[in-house]
């Protein structure tokens, strides 16, 4: 394998459970205060000399792994969908952090979903481009309010009256008095690769897409 260093992206928050196992069988060893969430460091050696980490926002590794940041990442196939990068391939389904991205309105307009004939809808969503592009399908025009977080009090709030968000359990949707409707997605974990990494490092980036895939099969 080439000695070239490659810089793979990981996502903090609770993915990162789920990704040590992965990361062991693949025979990567992050430095000690890699799973510190509350350090403040971004980089991390690993037990390679060829191969550094960087600890970013979900949403983001998709971005640095496209632009260059990073040659490698682990990243939501909802990430993936929404920004729609040309630059990036997914050669391994990682089949973690799997949820749904679904439509969700209050309980009681459920009823009258089926029989609306609209054009226009406002929704609010942290992915616009997925929802739009869903409802273009149908013929209808979303107007998308973009929000990063708290989207189920939207509809009580009058700043819309349906959301496009992430689902796992479906408890935050009931807490809030919002029934989930559809779904747009069922999401899962990918390793992805930079398509520039493809052609400069060929070797490097073939053995880990390689090990991932190995770790996945073998789980």
Same mark, same amino acid.
């Given at each position: 394998?080439?000695?070239?260093?490659?810089?793979?992206?990981?996502?903090?928050?609770? +993915?990162?459970?789920?990704?040590?196992?992965?990361?062991?069988?693949?025979? +990567? %060893?992050?430095? !000690? !205060?890699?799973?510190?969430? #509350?350090?403040?460091?971004?980089?991390?050696?690993?037990?390679?000399?060829?191969? !550094?980490?960087?600890?970013?926002?979900?949403? !983001?590794?998709?971005?640095?792994?496209?632009?260059?940041?990073?040659?490698?990442?682990?990243?939501?196939? =909802?990430?993936?969908?929404?920004?729609?990068? =040309?630059?990036?391939?997914?050669?391994?389904?990682?089949?973690?952090?799997?949820?749904?991205?679904?439509?969700?309105?209050?309980?009681?307009? %459920?009823?009258?979903?089926? @029989?609306?004939?609209?054009?226009?809808?406002?929704?609010? @969503?942290?992915?616009?481009?997925? @929802?739009?592009?869903?409802?273009?399908?149908?013929?209808?025009?979303? *107007?998308?309010?973009?929000?990063?977080?708290?989207?189920?009090?939207?509809?009580?709030?009058?700043?819309?009256?349906?959301?496009?968000?992430?689902?796992?359990?479906?408890?935050?949707?009931?807490?809030?008095?919002?029934? *989930?409707? *559809?779904? +747009?997605?069922?999401? #899962?974990?990918?390793?992805?690769?930079?398509?520039?990494?493809?052609?400069?490092?060929?070797?490097?980036?073939?053995?880990?897409?390689?090990?991932?895939?190995?770790?996945?099969?073998?789980?």
């Amino acid at each position: 394998m080439t000695t070239q260093k490659l810089i793979l992206a990981l996502p903090k928050g609770r +993915i990162l459970e789920e990704l040590i196992p992965i990361l062991s069988a693949c025979d +990567i %060893v992050p430095e !000690d !205060d890699f799973t510190n969430e #509350s350090s403040r460091k971004l980089q991390f050696t690993t037990n390679h000399e060829n191969l !550094d980490i960087i600890r970013v926002r979900a949403f !983001d590794v998709a971005t640095f792994v496209a632009y260059g940041g990073a040659d490698l990442g682990i990243v939501g196939s =909802d990430a993936i969908e929404e920004f729609g990068y =040309d630059e990036l391939y997914a050669p391994v389904d990682l089949g973690i952090g799997k949820c749904r991205l679904s439509v969700a309105m209050p309980n009681d307009e %459920v009823a009258d979903a089926h @029989t609306e004939r609209q054009s226009h809808i406002r929704i609010a @969503t942290k992915y616009p481009n997925l @929802t739009a592009r869903h409802y273009a399908k149908a013929g209808i025009q979303a *107007e998308c309010i973009k929000l990063n977080g708290a989207m189920e009090i939207a509809p009580a709030l009058g700043l819309c009256r349906r959301i496009v968000d992430l689902v796992s359990t479906g408890g935050t949707l009931k807490a809030n008095g919002l029934t *989930e409707t *559809e779904t +747009i997605l069922e999401i #899962s974990s990918k390793l992805v690769v930079g398509r520039t990494a493809m052609k400069t490092n060929p070797g490097g980036i073939e053995h880990w897409v390689s090990a991932f895939q190995a770790a996945v099969d073998h789980a």
